[in-house]
């Protein structure tokens, strides 16, 4: 009879090192690209909102109402704008708009070899966005 091959498992550990390595990058990349997401959403209303300053010389009660509002809607909490320019300012001048809060996030977890667990965390965010008067 012949000798029985050992270490068998051994040849096929790269493999599945492999596989659980590639999960792991997924899972950080998932983190990453809903991280991203939700930081282009904010930057794009910030932006939108800065257009409105520039040629209204402020944020006015209203848009701040409504930007409060979109912002509640993407899911952030504890909204502050202090900071933001809300006195007309001249033409030529700067305005300011400061947003800063906690996002709601999801993050995705591993839970033993193939568990995949998702929870929302609260993530600080500041944004400032700068321009000048054109109105």
Not at 90 to 106: H, T, W
Request: hydrophobic fraction near 40%.
């Amino acid at each position: 009879m012949g000798k029985k091959e050992q270490g068998s498992l051994f040849k096929f550990m790269p493999s599945i090192l492999s596989v659980l390595m590639l999960g792991i990058i997924g899972i950080v990349f998932l983190n990453w690209m809903s991280d991203l997401d939700s930081r282009d959403r904010l930057d794009s209303l910030a932006r939108e909102y800065i257009l409105r300053m520039e040629t209204q010389g402020c944020l006015t009660d209203t848009d701040s109402q409504e930007l409060i509002q979109e912002l509640s809607d993407m899911g952030m909490e504890q909204i502050s704008l202090e900071g933001t320019t809300t006195g007309e300012v001249g033409y030529g001048n700067q305005v300011i708009l400061q947003i800063q809060g906690m996002i709601r996030q999801k993050q995705h977890r591993l839970s033993g070899f193939a568990g995949l667990n998702q929870t929302e965390v609260l993530t600080p965010v500041r944004l400032r966005k700068a321009s000048t008067a054109k109105y």
